[in-house]
């Protein structure tokens, strides 16, 4: 059963235009995978990558499409066609910059289907709150490589602390799980993009988008609960649960409710990218 979407920390961006690249069977290693019908497929192509997508079969892994973004000639075409595939979990609108962009893209999918919504611009992150809080959004993403095109934001962290944590704190408000972080550039070079990831959980995210499979060890790891906090989760729902809702006291500390249920959270997205992870090998 491939993982419920809530709980994914590794997205894979693979070029639609790649069919050869395409995911096979659940359980590859990526959370989620992204088919991007955007940036990775040349103008000229766009065309044959969406006649790709058409090939896929309901028996394929469930994946999201990255269509293009609303200003461009593709937005509607990538609608009409991804509206009609089988096994797409869900689209993400690049360039995201009013909550209306979300809108008009789910009108145009079928129902309920859910988007994420990647912010990369100032004004997107300017509009953030009110973009995660459109009834379709699943989830904000962060676009580091066109932000800091528009930008020109340099690499001192202090620059980066505002839109980072703005999109963090949107998300939640608006009732969203936190926000996905824009990809590591490093495709072999391990060590580096866990501890980008490390940064980005410790920031608030709560996974990455990777631009190549190297990337995905690393981003797990990043994004799983280290054993010793599932361990001390499960001590604490089981005090919980013999305490009547009261506040209990584990190794010395009280737990009253909202750590109760941050024990909750880390449990359950413990166990669904485990059994995710078992179900894969
Ligand atoms: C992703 O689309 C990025 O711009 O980083
Ligand atoms: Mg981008």
Redesign the pocket.
């Known amino acids: 059963m491939p993982l419920d979407p809530r709980h994914a920390r590794s997205w894979l961006f693979t070029p639609a235009d790649r069919p050869e690249r395409y995911p096979r069977r659940d359980g590859q290693g990526a959370d989620a995978v992204i088919l991007d019908l955007e ?1 990775a497929v040349a103008p000229a192509d766009k065309r044959q990558a969406r006649e790709n997508l058409c090939r896929r079969g309901s028996d394929d892994p469930p994946v999201w499409v990255r269509i293009n973004d609303r200003t461009s000639e593709h937005w509607r075409d990538d609608l009409a066609e991804v509206a009609l595939l089988p096994a797409v979990t869900g689209v993400m609108l ?1 360039k995201a910059e009013r909550a209306d962009d979300v809108a008009a893209t789910a009108a145009l999918l079928p129902g309920g289907m859910p988007v994420i919504a ?1 912010v ?1 611009t100032s004004l997107g992150i300017e509009n953030a709150y009110g973009i995660a809080s459109e009834p379709a959004t699943f989830a904000l993403a962060f ?5 800091r095109r528009e930008t020109g934001l340099g690499e001192a962290p202090e620059a980066w602390a505002y839109p980072r944590t703005r999109l963090v704190i949107a998300s939640r408000a608006a009732g969203l799980r936190g926000p996905i972080d ?2 590591a550039m490093q495709l072999d070079d391990v060590a580096a993009v866990r501890s980008e990831a490390t940064r980005g959980r410790a920031g608030g995210f709560t996974g990455k ?1 990777c631009i190549h499979p190297s990337q995905i060890t690393p981003v797990n790891a990043a994004y799983s609960p280290i054993p010793e906090q599932v361990d001390w989760a499960r001590r604490v729902l089981e005090q919980a649960a013999r305490s009547d809702g009261a506040a209990v006291r584990v190794d010395g500390e009280m737990i009253d409710r909202p750590r109760l249920e941050h024990a909750r959270d880390l449990l359950e997205s413990a166990v669904a990218q485990s059994d995710a992870e078992s179900a894969g090998t």
């Open positions: 940036d690049p990647l990369e676009g580091v490589a066109d932000f824009g990809p988008l």
